[in-house]
């Protein structure tokens, strides 16, 4: 890895070349390695409670159609 920027001082080119030094620091490395078994965790914790929420509304769903056509035959009988 290059540790001395090679580009000219106020450049774009120097801009990105310490972004990227940055981003591929040992720390930023390990962090990100960190980072995406946390989510992966929380990935397995949501899972089952999207299917339950998914499970709740499509249940009210069917109760508020229900409803809204036990209100229209009220109306028309």
């Known amino acids: ?3 001395k920027n090679p580009f000219e001082k106020g450049t ?3 801009l990105f070349f310490k972004i990227d030094k940055f981003l591929n620091s040992p720390k930023v490395v390990m962090t990100k390695s960190i980072g995406s078994d946390a989510i992966k965790i929380f990935s397995i914790i949501l899972v089952p ?3 339950i929420f998914i499970i709740l509304k499509l249940i009210l769903e069917i109760l508020y159609i229900a409803t809204i056509g036990m209100i229209i035959t009220m109306f028309i009988s």
Do not use: G, K, T
Request: net charge negative; charged share 20%; no cysteine.
């Open 12 to 14: 774009l080119a120097s």
């Open 1 to 3: 890895m290059i540790d």
């Open 49 to 51: 409670l999207e299917i």
